[in-house]
């Protein structure tokens, strides 16, 4: 009997922070579907009974349900005891840089890929605006990541499983994400981690 329910769906990063802590601390859990794509974030009905913000990822556990991710993580790592922080600094360390994902790392690229990918948008002023901005957060990252091999501490936290939620997502979104040498041997050692799993693999899709 799973011992909580992650209200989710393949294509959300954000929704990934959390399933991918949930399945590398090892806890018994299932996904349930949102269909994202076909408004039900968006539906009053939805809103009212899982979140008021109509945000995905939703997070139930007993009686108990959290939203937002870096919320979530935060939930999960004091719970487990697992990529958590080990002091006071560290635990605003840890925070600071998941309020930067929340912020720029995570929003402008899962926008960009948004509109460019999922809409097909084409390229716009909004998609040209975005990869800039998003192109600027990657620089800050790749920059930290040159001196140290995960974010916080030397070691997994849940600051990088935040920043990571959109990082090994497949599509082009027309950023020349090589080029962050750095950010790609941090995704190399997050991908190493025993129990890592791709997103696609571990949330479900439109049928
Ligand atoms: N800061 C939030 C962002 C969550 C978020 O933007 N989720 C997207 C899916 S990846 C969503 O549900 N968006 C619905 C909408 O904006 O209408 C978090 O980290 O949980």
Same mark, same amino acid.
């Given at each position: 009997m799973p011992e909580f329910t992650l209200h989710c769906f393949a294509e959300s990063g954000n929704a990934y922070k959390a399933a991918l802590m949930l399945e590398l601390t090892g806890q018994r859990w299932q996904p349930r579907f949102v269909d994202f794509f076909n408004g039900q974030t968006r539906d009053p009905a939805w809103r009212e009974e899982h979140n008021e913000q109509g945000e995905v990822p939703v997070l139930e556990h007993g009686a108990r349900t959290f939203t937002q991710s870096a919320l979530i993580l935060d939930y999960l790592a004091g719970l487990t005891g697992q990529y958590a922080a080990h002091d006071e600094d560290e635990k605003r360390e840890i925070w600071r840089w998941m309020l930067f994902d929340n912020h720029k790392f995570t929003s402008y690229y899962a926008a960009l890929r948004f509109f460019y990918c999922l809409k097909q948008t084409g390229d716009t002023p909004v998609t040209q605006f975005l990869r800039e901005r998003a192109t600027a957060a990657y620089r800050v990252v790749d920059v930290h990541l040159a001196d140290t091999p995960f974010m916080v501490g030397g070691r997994l936290t849940i600051a990088d499983l935040s920043l990571a939620g959109?990082? !090994?997502?497949?599509?082009?979104?027309?950023?020349?994400? =090589? =080029? !962050?040498t750095h950010i790609e041997a941090w995704k190399d050692r997050i991908r190493a981690e025993p129990g890592w799993k791709h997103p696609y693999e571990l949330m479900p899709r439109q049928a």
């Amino acid at each position: 009997m799973p011992e909580f329910t992650l209200h989710c769906f393949a294509e959300s990063g954000n929704a990934y922070k959390a399933a991918l802590m949930l399945e590398l601390t090892g806890q018994r859990w299932q996904p349930r579907f949102v269909d994202f794509f076909n408004g039900q974030t968006r539906d009053p009905a939805w809103r009212e009974e899982h979140n008021e913000q109509g945000e995905v990822p939703v997070l139930e556990h007993g009686a108990r349900t959290f939203t937002q991710s870096a919320l979530i993580l935060d939930y999960l790592a004091g719970l487990t005891g697992q990529y958590a922080a080990h002091d006071e600094d560290e635990k605003r360390e840890i925070w600071r840089w998941m309020l930067f994902d929340n912020h720029k790392f995570t929003s402008y690229y899962a926008a960009l890929r948004f509109f460019y990918c999922l809409k097909q948008t084409g390229d716009t002023p909004v998609t040209q605006f975005l990869r800039e901005r998003a192109t600027a957060a990657y620089r800050v990252v790749d920059v930290h990541l040159a001196d140290t091999p995960f974010m916080v501490g030397g070691r997994l936290t849940i600051a990088d499983l935040s920043l990571a939620g959109y990082v !090994f997502m497949p599509e082009d979104t027309g950023m020349a994400v =090589q =080029q !962050f040498t750095h950010i790609e041997a941090w995704k190399d050692r997050i991908r190493a981690e025993p129990g890592w799993k791709h997103p696609y693999e571990l949330m479900p899709r439109q049928a």
